[in-house]
């Protein structure tokens, strides 16, 4: 669609009252991203449908892509914060894959924005390369918990294998959820692909005489 198509598409948004919160800015967007595509909407279309100018929006969010985030840090505490509640005698992956599965539960009237954010991440390729970035503090709080609870430093073997393969089963999980729509629920995927990799790594622990 040209960048017309793309204003126009905003201006059909604008009889709505002036956006004053980052929550609405971003569904608002999510909405002229289904309509006119990701790379297709621009910052001032966004900008125009809103009500606001461009240095309102950049109060908000740094760039387009920060918008399809969300919170991202918010989030990344909320992650830590699940791990750091775990009961310590619960197994190491166990409390990993209890964690990821809570923070990745959502209530049902967040699902369909949350499913197009995540198509858009997983989707878009001019959001890749943020995503790669994103993914390394993801897989960092995975790494960082393994490692509290083996004794082990974040740069040893297994914390760092750890956070690569909770993250790999992660997106696996997504993957599947966004290609398969309404027949299972993301919750039940993510427990489902992180049992799997957790029993792998449990094997490696105990081979490794490792305390979980």
């Given at each position: 669609?040209?960048?017309?198509?793309?204003?126009?598409?905003?201006?059909?948004?604008?009889?709505?009252?002036?956006?004053?919160?980052?929550?609405?800015?971003?569904?608002?967007?999510?909405?002229?991203?289904?309509?006119?595509?990701?790379?297709?909407?621009?910052?001032?279309?966004?900008?125009?449908?809103?009500?606001?100018?461009?240095?309102?929006?950049?109060?908000?969010?740094s760039s387009k892509n920060d918008l399809v985030w969300g919170d991202f840090e918010d989030q990344l505490r909320k992650l830590r914060t699940l791990l750091e509640r775990?009961?310590?005698?619960?197994?190491?992956?166990?409390?990993?894959?209890?964690?990821?599965?809570?923070?990745?539960?959502?209530?049902?009237?967040?699902?369909?924005?949350?499913?197009?954010?995540?198509?858009?991440?997983?989707?878009?390729?001019?959001?890749?390369?943020?995503?790669?970035?994103?993914?390394?503090?993801?897989?960092?709080?995975?790494?960082?918990?393994?490692?509290?609870?083996?004794?082990?430093?974040?740069?040893?073997?297994?914390?760092?294998?750890?956070?690569?393969?909770?993250?790999?089963?992660?997106?696996?999980?997504?993957?599947?959820?966004?290609?398969?729509?309404?027949?299972?629920?993301?919750?039940?995927?993510?427990?489902?692909?992180?049992?799997?990799?957790?029993?792998?790594?449990?094997?490696?622990?105990?081979?490794?005489?490792?305390?979980?």
């Amino acid at each position: 669609m040209t960048s017309d198509g793309g204003r126009a598409g905003a201006q059909r948004i604008m009889g709505r009252p002036r956006v004053t919160s980052r929550a609405a800015l971003e569904r608002l967007a999510f909405e002229l991203f289904a309509r006119q595509g990701f790379d297709e909407t621009t910052v001032d279309d966004i900008a125009t449908a809103a009500g606001i100018g461009r240095r309102t929006f950049f109060r908000y969010f740094s760039s387009k892509n920060d918008l399809v985030w969300g919170d991202f840090e918010d989030q990344l505490r909320k992650l830590r914060t699940l791990l750091e509640r775990t009961d310590p005698d619960t197994p190491m992956m166990d409390a990993v894959r209890r964690a990821v599965v809570e923070f990745n539960r959502f209530d049902p009237t967040d699902v369909p924005w949350h499913r197009q954010r995540m198509q858009l991440i997983l989707g878009v390729p001019t959001l890749q390369a943020d995503a790669t970035l994103r993914y390394i503090s993801w897989r960092a709080v995975i790494t960082g918990f393994v490692a509290e609870r083996t004794g082990l430093p974040a740069s040893a073997m297994i914390p760092r294998l750890a956070g690569n393969v909770v993250l790999a089963a992660s997106v696996a999980a997504y993957e599947h959820w966004l290609s398969d729509e309404g027949t299972a629920a993301l919750s039940d995927l993510m427990d489902e692909a992180i049992r799997q990799v957790g029993a792998g790594l449990a094997a490696v622990l105990e081979g490794a005489g490792t305390r979980a």
